[in-house]
């Protein structure tokens, strides 16, 4: 059973640009949680998305962020427009359908702003 | 905000157990305690989690006093890859919104030397 998997496993764009970071939940997992790290920072939660559902977005910056987890295929966040500031790892976890259960952490997206 | 102190960084020797503490005062009987670690540059890591009795698992034990307003991970052999950051969390049962998420802090950084 494979496990999270996050691509590209670094990104790199300049200011401006969209940077699109996709999430591959385990196999049977529906939740999907997005929290980022800032450089020597702590991990900030970010969202929390169930199948074709936003079910917590209260860690999302109010603009340019978004993310999706459609019937099929990956979960997206997308920033538009980014800024260095948006420099960061960008973590991906997934649960099975019946969590309280312990999150699953992929190897993360390194995105750098030039 | 975490809901939880730890100290900031620990030393530990190989082959010893490594104790970390975790204050939670103000948990509520409805919040579990959980523990991560995080390896360098790598996606956090579930180790245990607890509600009340003492958990353990073949990773580490989970000590929580029975006021449940501390708890203490032990890693009773610790080895150099355990080198990491520890955080513990805790997390309310019940609502989907409300676990969904984690709320990670600083964290304790153990470093296990020779």
């Known amino acids: 059973n494979a496990g999270v998997m996050q691509n590209p496993r670094h990104l790199v764009r300049r200011r401006g640009q969209e940077a699109r970071l996709r999430c591959s939940p385990m196999k049977g997992h529906s939740h999907v949680y997005w929290y980022r790290q800032l450089p020597e920072e702590g991990l900030k939660f970010m969202v929390y998305?169930?199948?074709?559902?936003?079910?917590?977005e209260s860690g999302m910056p109010k603009e340019r962020f978004s993310a999706e987890f459609p019937k099929e295929g990956p979960s997206i966040l997308r920033i538009q427009q980014v800024v260095r500031g948006d420099s960061a790892a960008y973590f991906c976890?997934?649960?099975?359908?019946?969590?309280?259960?312990?999150?699953?952490f992929g190897p993360g997206t390194r995105l750098t702003v030039l | 905000d975490a809901k939880t102190t730890q100290p900031p960084s620990m030393d530990c020797a190989e082959g010893r157990a490594a104790n970390l503490p975790c204050n939670h005062s103000t948990i509520s009987g409805n919040e579990y305690v959980y523990w991560y670690r995080q390896i360098h540059s790598q996606g956090p890591q579930y180790i245990i989690h607890?509600?009340?009795n003492n958990e353990t698992n073949e990773m580490a034990s989970l000590i929580i006093t029975e006021d449940r307003k501390s708890s203490t991970l032990i890693l009773p052999h610790a080895t150099l890859r355990d080198t990491a950051v520890y955080y513990c969390?805790?997390?309310?049962?019940?609502?989907?919104?409300?676990?969904?998420?984690?709320?990670f802090g600083a964290g304790t950084q153990v470093v296990v030397t020779p």
């Open positions: 976890a997934s649960s099975p359908r019946t969590s309280l259960n312990e999150q699953f």
């Open positions: 607890g509600l009340k």
């Open positions: 969390i805790v997390r309310a049962a019940g609502a989907t919104d409300s676990w969904g998420k984690l709320q």
């Open positions: 998305l169930q199948k074709e559902n936003i079910i917590d």
